[in-house]
């Protein structure tokens, strides 16, 4: 069965959507949860497409959220195994003209560059980091200021994105959003977002997706 999506630009979070992250940032969650005495099932719920500082926030408010975000930051820069592409999203990436792609993004721009120079794909112009927001997902500022820099309508955006936390931010910025499957399974997804921002296709990877510069192709 195909589905198939209007789009003029396509915007893509990093971690968990176009990046397989999840063992470098499990190592960095537990070192921390070890060090604070924070259980990891806590951190495991929340911290997927957040802001280290606004997980730490919420899982440890007696802590200095913004310190304690800096330090997991630093660490995650020293780390370089276990980090892999999620399966076709080389070739479909690259497929999206130059002008009308961005990624929207929790890390930093040094963790951006570092990840994405592992795995082959090149960043494209518009990156938008935690260095350019005041807030995290699901605040929508992220992907507003991806489609004003592009100078694309939110409305003709369509957003790949891993957690409940960044969908719900495309929801909020007025896009569109297809759903990976590489941390929450879709009944998963279902629960944690209301109806109203729920994805408009789920896919476990980008194998048997395509874009023809008009439209998206899901293959299902």
């Given at each position: 069965m195909m589905m198939h999506l209007d789009a003029t630009a396509i915007l893509f979070d990093m971690d968990g959507t176009l990046i397989d992250s999840s063992e470098a940032s499990e190592i960095t969650w537990q070192r921390w949860?070890?060090?604070?005495?924070?259980?990891?099932?806590?951190?495991?719920?929340?911290?997927?497409g957040r802001l280290p500082a606004e997980t730490v926030s919420i899982v440890?408010?007696?802590?200095d959220a913004a310190a304690e975000g800096r330090g997991i930051y630093d660490s995650q820069e020293q780390l370089t195994d276990g980090i892999r592409s999620i399966a076709g999203a080389n070739a479909f990436i690259g497929?999206?003209?130059?002008d009308r792609v961005a990624i929207v993004t929790a890390a930093t721009t040094r963790i951006l560059q570092l990840r994405l120079g592992l795995v082959g794909i090149?960043?494209?112009?518009?990156?938008?980091?935690?260095?350019h927001v005041t807030?995290?997902?699901?605040?929508?500022?992220?992907y507003r200021e991806a489609a004003r820099r592009l100078g694309i309508a939110p409305m003709d955006c369509v957003v790949f994105e891993d957690a409940p936390a960044g969908l719900?931010?495309?929801?909020?910025?007025?896009?569109?959003?297809?759903?990976?499957l590489s941390n929450y399974s879709e009944r998963e997804l279902r629960v944690e977002l209301p109806a109203?921002?729920?994805?408009?296709a789920f896919c476990r990877d980008?194998?048997?997706l395509a874009f023809d510069g008009r439209r998206i192709s899901i293959l299902s």
């Open positions: 949860s070890a060090a604070h005495g924070v259980p990891i099932e806590r951190i495991r719920r929340v911290h997927h440890a408010p007696d802590l497929s999206v003209p130059v090149a960043p494209p112009a518009v990156c938008i980091t935690a260095e807030a995290g997902k699901p605040d929508p500022s992220g719900l931010a495309a929801s909020r910025a007025g896009m569109r959003a297809v759903a990976i109203t921002s729920a994805p408009v980008f194998t048997g």
